[in-house]
């Protein structure tokens, strides 16, 4: 029997954006074995250093975890992309000196989770519906995400390939039904795939 728990933030967490249709934990649900389970401890609007304080609410009998962390630290930067910059490297001076206040506390969830005794995987923040301005931000910030990842050798989901379709999205940064049967179905092959840590970084898609 496997008991997945999804936390972090409303990328799991999307009840409320799709309108009546089911949740991420609810397709999940519906990719696995009846025996199976599901626990849902993502918070909409969380952030990296809250994930510390739902995985105290870990169920003893977990079997892997999934974690989606990081997009809404990025969106509490988001004001950065309004100032004005006379070049295009005081432009990345800004991107970078958010990333360098990110990557730490993203880094501090990923140490966490890869303390506990089962599969571990994190998910990059996806593109999302928001252009190509905000792709090419959130690179920098995906790639923190990455090199924090595979540092600790634990697990990646990654939801940029997964979810590449303006489908998959209810609004301009939540999973829609279509975006969250892709990730569920993501996280089923991720959970039926893998049964213990590995020595190093597994990708996903």
Same mark, same amino acid.
């Given at each position: 029997m496997? %008991?997945?728990? !999804?936390?972090?933030? @409303?990328?799991?967490d999307n009840a409320s954006y799709v309108d009546g249709? #089911?949740?991420v934990a609810a397709q999940l649900r519906a990719c696995l074995d009846p025996e199976d389970k599901v626990t849902l401890l993502a918070v909409d609007g969380s952030i990296s250093r809250q994930v510390e304080t739902q995985l105290v609410d870990l169920p003893s009998d977990a079997t892997h975890l999934i974690v989606s962390t990081g997009g809404n630290d990025v $969106?509490?930067?988001?004001a950065l $992309?309004? =100032?004005?910059?006379?070049?295009i490297a005081s432009a990345m001076a800004v991107l970078m000196a958010a990333n360098g206040a990110f990557a730490p506390? %993203? *880094?501090?969830?990923?140490?966490?989770?890869? =303390? !506990?005794? !089962? #599969?571990?995987?994190?998910?990059?923040?996806?593109? *999302?519906n928001m252009g190509p301005l905000i792709t090419t931000a959130? @690179?920098?910030?995906?790639?923190?995400?990455?090199?924090?990842? %595979?540092?600790?050798?634990?697990? $990646?989901?990654?939801?940029? $390939?997964i979810c590449p379709e303006i489908g998959d999205? *209810?609004? #301009?940064?939540? #999973? @829609?039904v279509q975006g969250g049967e892709k990730i569920a179905a993501a996280i089923s092959r991720y959970a039926k795939a893998v049964r213990q840590?590995?020595?190093?970084?597994?990708?996903?898609?």
């Open positions: 496997k %008991h997945i728990v !999804l936390c972090g933030d @409303s990328i799991f249709g #089911p949740d $969106l509490h930067n988001a $992309l309004e =100032q004005k910059t006379a070049t506390e %993203h *880094a501090g969830a990923v140490q966490l989770a890869r =303390q !506990l005794d !089962l #599969p571990v995987a994190f998910c990059t923040i996806y593109d *999302a959130l @690179s920098i910030f995906n790639d923190a995400i990455t090199r924090n990842v %595979h540092a600790a050798g634990v697990d $990646l989901i990654d939801l940029r $390939l999205y *209810a609004n #301009p940064i939540e #999973p @829609s840590q590995g020595a190093g970084t597994r990708v996903f898609v």
